[in-house]
């Protein structure tokens, strides 16, 4: 069974699937407003945004969480957020990217991460999830399985380590295809990253994925 998705959606409670980043490019950026670099897929403090000209996912699965962090001037936040998972993803023509605002004598600072560009391979990730607070895209699904309990996913099931209510709503499939992606993000993890032709660049200003 296969089903098309067209549209998007600022989703409060719960998003649908999002393509990959690399969440470490976010920590570098909160890494220049505090004058040190940080390796962590932890929750950064900032919203990402990450295009793709196409993501291809294998065992989909998807719930709703909280995502919780401290912002850039230390205080705690939480916000709902849509986890999706998968246990590969096919990542075509990449972009990321993320603004720290207001960097002493700089001012606003963005970074640039592209990969899997056009004469290079596709972006790799295994064992995938992220926290996805918005999202625009085409989307096909494959085998898709709605409205089941968040408890009941395998391979990849529930992140480890974060908070889900087991019985919950929650949605898997055998495979997904979105195409002309975009999507903003908190956070996101991984077992693997391969980052075929990989790009980073700095710009003084704003300058975004889209």
């Known amino acids: 069974m296969k089903s098309q998705i067209r549209g998007g959606t600022r989703w409060k409670r719960f998003a649908v699937v999002m393509v990959p980043s690399v969440a470490a490019t976010a920590a570098i950026g909160i890494g220049l407003a505090q004058g040190a670099l940080a390796a962590s897929f932890s929750i950064s403090g900032q919203e990402f945004k990450v295009k793709a000209k196409e993501l291809e996912g294998y065992d989909f699965i998807q719930y709703g969480s909280v995502a919780h962090g401290k912002d850039l001037e230390g205080k705690d936040f939480a916000d709902p957020v849509g986890v999706s998972g998968f246990s590969e993803a096919y990542i075509t023509d990449m972009c990321q990217s993320v603004v720290t605002p207001k960097v002493p004598f700089l001012g606003n600072v963005s970074l ?12 790799y990730a295994k064992d995938i999830y992220l926290d996805v607070s918005e999202l625009n895209a085409d989307a096909e699904f494959s085998n898709i399985d709605i409205g089941v309990a968040a408890g009941s996913l395998k391979n990849p099931g529930i992140q480890p380590g974060t908070k889900a209510n087991p019985y919950g709503f929650s949605q898997r499939a055998e495979k997904a295809v979105l195409k002309n992606v975009e999507q903003k993000a908190w956070a996101t993890t991984a077992g693997t990253f391969k980052l075929s032709g990989l790009s980073l660049r700095l710009h003084q200003g704003v300058k975004e994925c889209f």
């Open 112 to 123: 640039e991460l592209r990969a899997g560009t056009p004469g290079h391979e596709r972006v």
